[in-house]
């Protein structure tokens, strides 16, 4: 069935450091891959996403990389800051739906 | 401002009273859908709806229903709420199905005592 596996549940990196998010995904005809972030007490917001005709995409200090190979996916963020510190769910679209992953919680110590 | 609006953000009630969160959307998209947010399970679709008077069922639509008379609105009804509708819940509109992007309501935090 469709299914979004999301590793690691919780993140904890120092200032400066990087962090990587991964999921994995089951249908092989999903085509899109957004990631939202989400502030505590806040709605979720996309913050990147990634198409299947591509295999990496970077916007400032975030990056997606893709494997329709492997149907994995990633989140790459650089130079973290105590701002990043938020949960992070990536997604996968099936047919007409799109689903998430359970999230991963972001620590970022200053 | 394009912007997705929920009603109310939050809302204590008793098992078996009747209640609507009503959604709003003031971007002329064609997809709206609901999502419950629960600890450790992530963001679980309710029901979406295509268009006026297309609707269809998610991951998780027992005990939930929706309906889509206009583009704009999309009202999430619970006609029998039990404890476990406790969650948090978000409207999300979008030009197509989640993309190029899906805005999120403010959310709504029910709880059922």
């Known amino acids: 069935g469709e299914n979004v596996e999301q590793h690691p549940s919780t993140l904890s990196v120092q200032e400066g450091d990087s962090a990587v998010i991964k999921c994995t995904y089951s249908?092989?005809?999903?085509?899109?891959f957004p990631w939202y972030k989400q502030e505590l007490g806040k709605r979720p917001q996309l913050i990147i996403d990634?198409?299947?005709?591509?295999g990496e995409k970077k916007d400032q200090r975030i990056a997606v990389t893709l494997n329709k190979t492997a149907k994995h996916f990633s989140l790459h963020i650089t130079e973290t800051q105590p701002e990043d510190s938020a949960v992070y769910f990536c997604?996968?679209?099936?047919?007409?739906?799109?689903?998430f992953g359970a999230g991963t919680i972001l620590r970022v110590k200053s | 401002e394009a912007q997705v609006t929920q009603n109310p953000r939050y809302l204590i009630t008793v098992t078996g009273k009747k209640l609507t969160v009503t959604c709003s959307q003031n971007?002329?998209?064609?997809?709206m859908s609901w999502y419950r947010q629960d600890p450790g399970l992530g963001l679980r679709q309710i029901y979406y709806?295509?268009?006026?008077?297309?609707?269809d069922k998610g991951d998780v639509p027992e005990g939930y229903k929706v309906s889509r008379k206009e583009k704009r609105n999309f009202p999430l009804i619970l006609e029998s709420p039990s404890p476990n509708q406790t969650s948090l819940y978000f409207c999300?509109?979008?030009?197509?199905?989640?993309?190029?992007?899906?805005?999120f309501g403010q959310g709504t935090r029910l709880t059922v005592v």
């Open positions: 249908d092989s005809a999903s085509n899109y």
């Open positions: 990634i198409r299947s005709n591509v």
């Open positions: 971007m002329n998209h064609e997809y």
């Open positions: 709806s295509m268009n006026v008077e297309v609707t």
């Open positions: 997604a996968a679209e099936y047919g007409n739906k799109l689903v």
């Open positions: 999300a509109s979008s030009l197509l199905a989640g993309r190029p992007e899906a805005f």
